[in-house]
């Protein structure tokens, strides 16, 4: 919950910033999950195409893309391929905005589609990628008091996720340099999950007053050096030359 509301936050704030108040955008979100993104988006009355590769998520998409009022449906499209892949599904320049969150840790070398994910976008157009923050990837093991982890994780950018899965993390100088290169440059960052990564996704959620001042202070420290760059995922935008 805490992610999905941070993002949404730095979505609203850089989509307001870069865009005419009231344009209708042309969205695709690469890797959509279960659709939190894409579905609020389409409420706040943008077109929203959802690519996702696994069929049970895709199910889960559609299962709550049924339960919406009509005009909402109408402006999601919903479709099964996999995000290395968008050239097959669409042509240049037919997004305001891409979405890819959550998803180049599954991607062995993420350069070729980042690549294509950025020819997607129309001319300043705007890119969205949430990545495992590879620089602090010993914060998680080191705070729960696993030392082994802690050491080991300094020298690498793997690591086993919440599904049990092996995956990789990205540097933030690395990423910075590869939008450069698809002539997406690097317009700003956010730390997501800087207080919060260690908590379990089962945990219930606190009262609304004490809900609302752990967002402010992960909202806070995303934004603010030294403590972004701690946080376990960061969220980057970079813009279509």
């Known amino acids: 919950m805490v992610r999905q509301e941070l993002v949404a936050r730095h979505l609203d704030e850089q989509i307001a910033g870069r865009f005419p108040v009231g344009q209708r955008l042309r969205v695709l979100d690469?890797?959509?999950?279960?659709?939190?993104?894409?579905?609020?988006?389409?409420?706040?009355?943008?077109?929203?195409?959802?690519?996702?590769?696994?069929?049970?998520?895709?199910?889960?998409?559609?299962?709550?893309?049924?339960?919406?009022?009509?005009?909402?449906?109408?402006?999601?499209?919903?479709?099964?391929?996999?995000?290395?892949?968008?050239?097959?599904?669409?042509?240049?320049?037919?997004?305001?905005?891409?979405?890819?969150?959550?998803?180049?840790?599954?991607?062995?070398?993420?350069?070729?589609?980042?690549?294509?994910?950025?020819r997607m976008l129309a001319p300043g157009g705007l890119l969205s990628l949430l990545v495992r923050n590879a620089d602090a990837l010993a914060v998680r093991p080191g705070l729960a008091g696993d030392w082994a982890?802690?050491?080991?994780?300094?020298?690498?950018?793997?690591?086993?996720?919440?599904?049990?899965?092996?995956?990789?993390?990205?540097?933030?100088?690395?990423?910075?340099?590869?939008l450069d290169g698809i002539a997406a440059p690097l317009h700003t960052w956010y730390g997501v999950r800087v207080f919060t990564d260690n908590v379990s996704n089962d945990a219930d959620l606190p009262a609304a007053d004490e809900l609302a001042r752990l967002l402010a202070a992960e909202d806070r420290a995303g934004r603010t050096d030294p403590y972004r760059h701690t946080a376990a995922l960061l969220h980057l935008f970079g813009v279509r030359g």
């Open 30 to 118: 690469v890797g959509m999950g279960q659709g939190t993104q894409a579905l609020r988006l389409a409420r706040a009355g943008h077109s929203v195409t959802g690519l996702e590769s696994d069929v049970q998520m895709l199910k889960v998409a559609r299962e709550a893309l049924a339960t919406e009022p009509e005009g909402i449906r109408e402006r999601v499209r919903l479709i099964e391929g996999d995000g290395r892949e968008t050239g097959v599904h669409f042509l240049p320049g037919s997004f305001d905005v891409v979405l890819c969150h959550g998803v180049l840790m599954y991607v062995e070398e993420p350069d070729a589609m980042l690549a294509g994910l950025a």
């Open 149 to 178: 982890g802690a050491l080991a994780a300094f020298d690498s950018d793997s690591y086993t996720n919440r599904l049990g899965l092996p995956v990789r993390a990205d540097r933030l100088a690395a990423l910075t340099r590869t």
